[in-house]
């Protein structure tokens, strides 16, 4: 989602909008910046900043992943197989943090959601 954000996207909606907008913090993570580095350098995606960039003049914060995020994921039952997002969801659960998403492979997972 914060791809999204940043290009002002219309899969973005305004009750999500609204929400991050009204958020004291709005964590990126990591996982993100890294799944974003993959898709770009594959020619999958174009993001013409860099992401670090991207997450500083958003106002967001970087959310870096933990040995304890990497523990979790152990313990994840297979609801979800990418593992970028079940990094996302580990993260969340440790973290205390809800996930701005259009994804329902979220669901079955013990975090709180904020659908696009």
């Given at each position: ?14 009750r ?53 995020h ?47």
């Open positions: 989602m914060f791809l999204w954000w940043c290009q002002d996207s219309p899969n973005l909606s305004q999500a909008r609204d929400e991050i907008g009204a958020a004291e913090t709005v964590y990126v993570s990591l996982a993100s910046a890294w799944e974003t580095a993959i898709k770009v350098s594959l020619g999958k995606l174009r993001f013409e900043i860099p992401f670090s960039f991207g997450v500083q003049i958003s106002g967001f914060q970087p959310l870096p992943i933990t040995f304890e990497a523990e979790r994921l152990t313990t994840l039952p297979p609801h979800h197989r990418d593992p970028f997002d079940r990094m996302l969801i580990a993260q969340a659960q440790i973290e205390g943090l809800s996930i701005v998403t259009h994804d329902d492979r979220f669901e079955p997972y013990d975090v709180e959601l904020a659908w696009v």
